[in-house]
T-cell receptor
Framework: GAVVSQHPSRVICKSGTSVKIECRSL??????MFWYRQFPKKSLMLMAT?????????EQGVEKDKFLINHASLTLSTLTVTSAHPEDSSFYIC?????????????FGEGSRLTVL | GQQLNQSPQSMFIQEGEDVSMNCTSS?????WLWYKQDPGEGPVLLIA?????ELTSNGRLTAQFGITRKDSFLNISASIPSDVGIYFC?????????FGQGTRLTINP
């Protein structure tokens, strides 16, 4: 089946630094990728929709200057958490939709756990 | 926004028991999806439902798309230890996927 890979799987950083998380579709081209955030024991909350070659669409309440999304190619989207603070600590998960997917099935990455000290 | 109400929030069962969980919504959807998430991992699709009334099985898992298109259930028969995890229902919109609150399944051996 389709594989979506995230890197890094875990990252610890100091408050005030920026962290980049990569999401790659390994065996298909992804026109659209999605970024989710998940707090402990909570559901996945959609942060933004990333479209290849255009600006990301952010969900209400998500700061676009805080969470920078770039989808420069059909196989890679990146999420950069800028000037990270402890409250940004969370599990970030990406998903990707295959370019020609008729059903629109999404494939999820393994997630990236960010801890901000 | 359009909310999905998933229940129960958690379940504690004995190995071998059957499990049932459901999802309801105030809105009509065209697609219901059921995912499982293991600790520290991303969700994995278990079953996708596309038609009202559709009943689909995947091994010991069975899911149904309610006839009103506002609800769905997932059953797991003869639970085993590897069934432990969080199960999410989700609805597929035009672009986005929206998740229910999740059902955390714990199995006592």
């Amino acid at each position: 089946g389709a594989v979506v890979s995230q890197h890094p799987s875990r990252v610890i950083c100091k408050s005030g630094t920026s962290v980049k998380i990569e999401c790659r579709s390994l065996d298909f081209q992804a026109t659209t990728m999605f970024w989710y955030r998940q707090f402990p024991k909570k559901s996945l909350m959609l942060m933004a929709t990333s479209n290849e070659g255009s600006k990301a669409t952010y969900e209400q309440g998500v700061e676009k200057d805080k969470f920078l999304i770039n989808h420069a190619s059909l196989t890679l989207s990146t999420l950069t958490v800028t000037s990270a603070h402890p409250e940004d600590s969370s599990f970030y998960i990406c998903s990707a939709r295959a370019r020609l997917a008729e059903t629109g099935e999404l494939f999820f990455g393994e997630g990236s756990r960010l801890t901000v000290l | 926004g359009q909310q999905l109400n998933q229940s129960p929030q958690s379940m504690f069962i004995q190995e071998g028991e059957d499990v049932s969980m459901n999802c309801t919504s105030s809105s009509i959807f065209n697609t219901w999806l059921w995912y499982k998430q293991d600790p520290g991992e991303g969700p994995v699709l278990l079953i996708a439902l596309y038609k009202a009334g559709e009943l689909t099985s995947n091994g010991r898992l069975t899911a149904q798309f309610g006839i009103t298109r506002k609800d769905s259930f997932l059953n797991i028969s003869a639970s085993i230890p590897s069934d432990v995890g969080i199960y999410f229902c989700a609805r597929q919109g035009a672009q986005k996927l929206v998740f229910g609150q999740g059902t955390r399944l714990t199995i006592n051996p």
